[in-house]
């Protein structure tokens, strides 16, 4: 892969997807698919597409359809292999029920020194599952089952943010190789501008530092400014755009 940050979010992003879904080498990709969570994204897509000619796409869209439908379940997200020119494939996918989503590949540029928000405690989400659970308030059922089913992952530090001994916020570290990646930061939106954010993510850097991460990413929502800005502010600079299509619903 020509870009190292995003080499580094999608093989990260491969061994999640490889723990949730089983596998299946097709003509154009590689099908990951998930029978018990079959309304997720994550755990039913069509990655690793190699389509350079537009011509093709009928075809491999087909395949990949069959593939899906033949199992009771839907291709829910389209991701074009790394450095693959996504051109021919646009195109045709948002003519066909796809909508593009850019994300953005963000790397640590330097280990920021710890940080003590006052008045929030960051505590292992395996202690503390009812409190975990509570920060998933308005996600759907699936959503907090495939969460909870990781949170005995030995890959994954899973950490929950309290304040005033309420739960306040989430977000994991996942360790693959000597890659570490910042996943699921999200703040109960009634503890946002309170260092939450902040404090979490030192938290998870922390356990970056302590195991040795010789890269530190993560991935953001283009479109989630507040997001971006947040892992600028710990130490965090964009180094690339994933380019991926989502089904619409």
């Not at 009771?72 to 996504?86: K, N, V």
């Not at 907090?144 to 030995?154: G, Q, V």
Request: hydrophobic fraction near 50%; charged fraction near 20%.
């Amino acid at each position: 892969m020509k870009h190292g940050t995003v080499g580094s979010v999608l093989r990260s992003n491969q061994a999640y997807y490889s723990q949730i879904c089983a596998t299946e080498s097709l003509e154009w990709g590689i099908a990951y698919w998930s029978e018990a969570f079959p309304a997720v994204a994550e755990a039913n897509q069509f990655r690793e597409v190699i389509v350079s000619d537009a011509a093709v796409m009928p075809q491999a869209l087909a395949a990949a359809t069959d593939f899906f439908t033949n199992r009771g379940l839907r291709c829910r997200r389209w991701a074009p292999a790394a450095d693959q020119p996504i051109d021919a494939q646009r195109t045709f996918l948002e003519s066909h029920g796809f909508e593009p989503r850019h994300t953005l590949a963000m790397r640590l540029e330097a280990w920021p020194a710890p940080l003590d928000v006052a008045g929030v405690r960051v505590l292992p989400a395996r202690a503390m599952r009812a409190a975990f659970r509570e920060t998933f308030a308005g996600d759907d059922a699936a959503t907090i089952e495939l969460a909870n089913e990781r949170l005995d992952d030995p890959s994954l530090d899973m950490l929950v943010a309290m304040v005033d001994n309420r739960p306040a916020g989430r977000c994991a570290f996942f360790e693959v190789g000597d890659i570490g990646r910042i996943v699921g930061l999200n703040v109960v939106e009634s503890m946002r501008g309170r260092g939450v954010a902040t404090a979490l993510l030192s938290s998870a850097l922390a356990v970056a530092h302590r195991v040795a991460s010789r890269i530190v990413c993560a991935q953001v929502d283009a479109e989630n400014g507040v997001a971006r800005a947040c892992f600028e502010r710990i130490g965090f600079r964009q180094d690339g755009v994933i380019v991926e299509f989502d089904a619409v619903a």
